[in-house]
Each structure stands twice: as structure tokens, then as C-alpha cells.
């Protein structure tokens, strides 16, 4: 378990990072930080003194104890190396690899080292990386937003990055409170042309699964709702299935099952948050007995590699991934750069919105008693 001091020590000190206490401001005193955590006066004391030892604070004599300015400090602890963090929501699965492996390769031909942070979609972890970033001295960062559809309980990590002019920029989704620089896909958009397709090609009872705990699975979710009523298709509110991080490995299977099992008439198509989830849920159809897409038809996100694995190649919405990655390290430098050169540089870094595109296979089929799209019939 944790020592007492150690954890007061470790509070004071997420204070200095997430900007509670600014370079030279007094921090609370010994009494109120008994009061606080509830410990004694050594306590507080052993803690204070390891943390002015380590330079992370400073005493004055008669007047308190103050929170030391470590801009100089973290610029010689990080010396000459150029420096780039990267934070995702995850590192080795799906596309991911194929992200950082865009902004690696780029960033490391300009000379600067690539370090990378893997969150798992957890704010404790973001936390703990966000501390790390900025007592380390990056001189930039790249981050995939945790949870980005929530509230985030470390918005002012993201301020103080901003006080302490270390660029950042956002990938995949964005805090929308910060309004970030971001490289991003139309997610709403590729949700529209997914149950668009299946709209031309005669559905009307299309399931849609979104991972509604990020920004992309709740545009997706709009995606799907707006081609629904653009194209006057009435719309089940039991079609929609939306789940979160924890979830994801079980509860649209289940979903699913329960679905194929009902006796009513089922639906003829399947809208899907990514192609992930997409072969989870072919495997759920083949159990069943049903066939793709004779009985029933399937849509993917990202046009991954796991797009052309299956004995069914997916029909799915193409994900730019590698040059994703490469946009974001050419963006992040260009930040690095205007820093650099002035800081009260006018020179406008945009954002960058991918247009998506859909990738056609096997896994859809027309239904229209007619060749003919229902736009074209009317």
C-alpha cells in the first residue's frame, strides 16, 4: 500500500502539473494539508521536504513554501534530443499500429525520438501520462483524446501545456471544450455513406453499433440517423445499439444473438462501428447458420486489414491510418516550428478533416426487388 507521505507527496505534486500551483506561487500551508489528508505534521513535512529536495518546490524563510519554476530545469534535463510524445487509446491492436507508424516514420526522419503512451481509454492512465509529458520536457505531443464523447476529469493538464507553450495537437476525435489543432476522419459522414449504401440497396431494418464512450461513435451514430431520414426511412429506436469501452467484447454480441434468435422478421443489414467489431459479429452470423450477405448484409469502418481476412471480404468506410499519422507529425512540427521562431507567431496551423470514401466488397447485397436505388425509383 501506499505510505502516507508518499501519497501527499504525490497530490502536491499533480498540482505543480496540472497547473493548481503556478512557477513562484505559495502552496497551502502544513496545517491546512493536515487537515486535508488527514495526517501529521511529519507527514506533511517528509513529503514537502523530498519534493524541495527534488526541485519541485522551494522554501523563503518567514514566508512559506513555493512552487519552483522548472522551465530551465526541464530544459537541461532533456538536453539536446528533440523530443515527440505520442498518446493513444491503444498501441498494438487494429489500425493503431498503422497511425504511429505514419508519425513515427516522419517524425524520426526530421531527428526527433518518439516516445509512446498507451492509455487503454482510461483517464487515470491519460493522467499519469499527461504528468509525465510535462515534467519530462516534450517539445510537442500527439494524443488520441480518452473517452473523448465524456467530460474530462484532466482538462487542466491541457491548459497547463498550453501555459507552458508545449504544442499539442489531437487525432482521431478532440476535446471539443479545448478546440484543439486535429487530424481527423468525417466520421459523420462515413456513417451516412454506410447506411446510405444499405438504404440504395433496399434495406429498411439496419442494426447500428456504436461505441458511444468517443467522439466517433457518437457522429457515427448521427451519421446513421441522418441518411435514415434524408432517404425517409423510418427509423427503430431497437435498431440502435450503442455501448461503451468496458463493453465492447460482449455486449453487442449478445445484442446480436438476441437479435437472430427473435422469431419476428429479422433485420436485413448491419451497420458497424468499426471492422473490428464487424468480424465479431460475422462470427455470431455464421453461428446462426445465416450466410453473408444472402441473409443478411454487413458494413464496416476503417477499411483495415481485417477487411479482406474473412472468407467474406467487407464492404467498409477507408481510414487514411498511415498517412493519418504523417499529417499529424508534419502538423506538430509545423507548432514546434512557430514556437520556436517568435512566440507571438500569426502564422495559422489548420486542422486537416479526411474525407471518406467507401470501399466496395462481397458483404453487402441489393434486396430492391429492382436493380434500380430507391433515389432512382423516385
Known sequence: METKYKFVKKSIKSKILDGTYKSHEKISSESEMMRQFNVSRH???????????EGWLYREQGAGTFCADRTEQTRKDSGSRKNIAIVTTYISDYIFPSIIRGAEGYLSDQGYHVTLFNTNNDHEKERIYLEKIISQGFDGVIIEP???????????????????????????????????????????????LQTEHLIKNGHKDILGFFKTDDMQGTLRMKGYLKSHREYGVPINPKHIISYNTSEKH?????????????????????????????????????????????????????????????????????????????????????????????????????????????????????????????????
Open 146 to 192: 480518452t473517452q473523448s464523447a465524456y467530460s474530462n476529469p484532466n482538462i487542466d493538464y491541457y491548459l497547463n501545456l498550453e501555459r507552458l507553450n508545449i504544442p499539442y495537437i489531437m487525432i482521431n476525435a478532440y476535446y471539443d471544450a479545448l478546440e484543439p489543432v486535429r487530424v481527423i476522419v468525417d466520421d459523420e459522414r462515413g456513417a451516412y
Open 43 to 53: 507527514t506533511v513535512r517528509l513529503a514537502i521536504g523530498e519534493l524541495v529536495s
Open 250 to 378: 460482449t455486449k453487442p454480441i449478445e445484442v446480436l444473438k438476441s437479435f437472430l434468435s427473435q422469431q419476428v422478421p429479422r433485420p436485413t443489414a448491419i451497420v458497424c462501428y468499426n471492422d473490428e467489431l464487424a468480424m465479431k459479429l460475422l462470427n455470431v452470423i455464421r453461428e446462426n447458420h445465416l450466410r453473408v450477405p444472402d441473409d443478411l448484409s454487413i458494413i464496416g469502418f476503417d477499411n483495415s486489414f481485417l477487411a479482406e481476412m474473412s472468407e467474406v471480404k467487407l464492404t467498409s468506410i477507408e481510414h487514411p491510418k498511415a498517412d493519418l499519422g504523417k499529417t499529424a507529425g508534419k502538423i506538430i512540427l509545423k507548432l514546434i516550428k512557430r514556437k520556436q521562431i517568435t512566440q507571438d507567431s500569426t502564422e495559422e496551423v489548420k486542422s486537416v478533416i479526411y474525407s471518406p470514401e467507401l470501399v466496395l466488397r462481397q458483404s453487402t447485397k441489393n434486396i430492391n426487388p429492382s436493380s434500380k436505388s430507391l433515389r432512382d425509383a423516385t
